[in-house]
């Protein structure tokens, strides 16, 4: 069974957005209809998205780490706003995984957003209905573009590369190799909803300079001891060198 | 959680039709009363129940497809309530047609006891549809269904009580005693969820909501400006001291002020005061039921910027 979803690497994230304007310029702009602005230019804009990116900061000063943290709906395996959804227009596909709501369903109760721990889902205040991530499934089975680029609007706009999206299920994936071999991890996993979003953690990046490395063991010095010192009487061609 | 009036409206209301009936019910089932008492008190439950369904669809964001959340019923305990509640509506009215057209003692007695089932059955459905959602740790207990429960049985028998003081004062005593009775117990259930609420302690953490093992870890931004549905859906906004005052309000309200007026059984005036005073109280414990109710998601959502 496929289960699309992204891996988001926090040790590559700049937190420059692009992710949250390119996903809300696709979402738009598609047949499902527009996202809600309000005050678009004024005091308190507000308005619905489907990804936002948060900053934190982990430890106390000096020792502070800035982390911008991508976030949009998990696509949980195990996803708790499905089951509580009176009408059934929340779903999720059996073929690819995605948590999706059928817009013409929805009675915009807001049960779903209460049942979801991580804040995912945000009401349409003009449309009155329940809107998240879809994970541009209406671009990403688009076989009018090229295959390079029926990936999410989000993962096309990364200019880091942050984001990475792929069946997490098909163990030789970019995605479930990256979960794999870079520790990524799931958020809140002590509510067992099991995300299909991964996130790939913080990384050091440290040189570790060994005494070895500065003085070669191979060094020929080492290997026969060290030359005899030339007689200070020595002709030398440059004070050093000992013919 | 932000407190919407409509589910207040929806959930206390309904109670108190809910309890009413069974108030009724249990008489006609064993006891006697005028059927005119019965008729008039179906009449009221009915009005009560109706005013929470009319008050539900102001929480919808699209009411005109209200009808198509009878579909999850295998899934969904609000599916459930969606359901269950018009069957009961119906069956109260079909109740009190029964005994305003004179129907047979059995049939009298077989609609009384389907009807105080489905009672019963909406009472758990409402309570579970806030107990069924486990990372509400406030709410994810049996205390939530008992409270629904209790309260509204209690607020039922209130009703009763002043119902049968106005049209058949024999029975006011025993409505004002047994309202007395299960607004004891309603009021130390209530106060057992609040003692356990208070030694809650959260699962999630910003480390575990992030993923970054470190103690420290304060937000910066939270991609928004102006809010969005995370800060006005999930926050109730208001300082810690309304919080206070609405728990000793309804603390005041919901038991101690009723129960001093039902000790006036032969008063129609002071027994519908003391359903006022404790409807009031209902009111204030709603709120505070959702105002007390911590979402994980509020973790995310600390800063503005």
């Not at chain 2, 028998?157 to 002043?162: D, E, I, S, V, Y």
């Amino acid at each position: 069974m496929t289960q699309l979803a992204l891996v988001i690497d926090l040790n590559v994230c700049v937190g420059c957005h692009a992710c949250v304007t390119s996903c809300k310029q696709w979402n738009t702009s598609g047949a499902a209809g527009y996202l809600s602005d309000d005050n678009p230019y004024g005091a308190d804009p507000t308005g619905t998205f489907f990804n936002r990116v948060q900053t934190f900061e982990v430890g106390e000063f000096p020792n502070t780490e800035t982390v911008h943290f991508p976030k949009s709906c998990l696509h949980c395996e195990d996803p708790p706003c499905v089951p509580v959804c009176p009408t059934g227009a929340s779903y999720k596909r059996a073929e690819d995984g995605i948590v999706l709501v059928d817009y013409d369903k929805c009675i915009g109760c807001k049960y779903c957003s209460w049942a979801c721990p991580y804040g995912a889902r945000e009401i349409d205040e003009h449309q009155k209905v329940m809107k998240k991530c879809t994970l541009c499934v209406d671009r990403i089975y688009d076989a009018s573009l090229p295959e390079a680029e029926r990936k999410p609007a989000c993962v096309l706009a990364c200019p880091t590369s942050a984001r990475l999206f792929g069946d997490i299920h098909d163990p030789d994936s970019q995605a479930s190799r990256a979960i794999r071999e870079q520790g990524g991890y799931a958020l809140m996993p002590e509510w067992g909803t099991q995300p299909a979003n991964h996130y790939l953690p913080r990384r050091k990046t440290a040189i570790h300079l060994h005494a070895d490395e500065l003085q070669r063991e191979d060094n020929p010095l080492k290997v026969d001891g060290k030359l005899p010192r030339p007689a200070a009487s020595d002709p030398a061609l440059d004070d050093v060198t000992s013919w | 959680m932000c407190p919407a009036w409509s589910v207040i409206l929806l959930t206390t209301l309904i109670g108190a039709g809910q309890g009413l009936f069974l108030a009724l019910a249990g008489v006609d089932v064993f006891g006697e009363a005028p059927a005119r008492f019965f008729v008039a008190g179906a009449a009221v439950a009915l009005v009560l129940l109706a005013a929470g369904l009319a008050a539900s669809f102001f929480h919808l964001g699209r009411p005109e497809r209200a009808w198509r959340s009878a579909a999850m019923w295998r899934t969904s305990w609000l599916s459930r309530e969606v359901i269950v509640l018009p069957a009961f509506m119906a069956s109260v009215l079909a109740w009190g047609a029964a005994h305003h057209l004179g129907f047979s003692r059995e049939a009298v007695v077989f609609l009384a006891a389907v009807g105080s089932l489905l009672a019963a059955a909406l009472f758990l459905c409402t309570g579970m549809i806030y107990a069924c959602l486990k990372f509400l740790q406030e709410w994810h207990t049996p205390l939530t269904p008992l409270n629904y429960t209790a309260l509204g049985c209690a607020s039922g028998l209130t009703a009763a009580a002043a119902l049968a003081a106005w049209l058949h004062p024999p029975l006011a005593p025993a409505y004002a005693a047994a309202a007395l009775v299960s607004g004891a117990l309603a009021y130390l259930a209530r106060l057992a969820s609040l003692a356990r609420n208070a030694r809650l302690r959260p699962k999630s953490t910003l480390a575990s909501a992030i993923g970054i093992k470190h103690p420290r870890i304060t937000q910066i931004a939270q991609g928004a400006m102006g809010g969005s549905f995370n800060t006005r859906e999930f926050f109730h906004g208001r300082p810690r001291e309304v919080l206070r005052a609405v728990r000793w309000s309804f603390l005041a309200l919901v038991f101690p002020a009723p129960a001093a007026l039902l000790l006036f059984p032969q008063s129609l005036a002071l027994l519908a005061a003391a359903f006022a005073a404790q409807y009031a109280g209902l009111i204030a414990e709603r709120w505070y039921f959702f105002a007390e109710a911590n979402h994980p998601q509020n973790l995310y959502y600390q800063a503005i910027a």
